[in-house]
């Protein structure tokens, strides 16, 4: 877990990936085949979907 308010590098990664809104919770997933993918407030289901590609 990060507080994107006590991380600036964070914060503009979430920034970034939210078109300029920190929204979180922002997800950084790192499949087991090496595929990175951002998602935004995603459900449970859509992580574990992700981990497993």
């Not at 507080?3 to 950084?28: C, Y």
């Not at 935004?40 to 497993?52: D, G, M, Y």
Request: proline letters at 8%; hydrophobic letters at 40%.
């Amino acid at each position: 877990e990060v507080n994107i308010e006590h991380d600036p590098e964070s914060a503009a990664f979430v920034e970034k990936a939210n078109g300029g809104n920190q929204t979180v919770p922002t997800l950084l997933i790192v499949a087991p085949s090496g595929t990175e993918s951002v998602m935004t407030n995603p459900s449970l289901a859509q992580v574990k979907q992700a981990l497993a590609a």
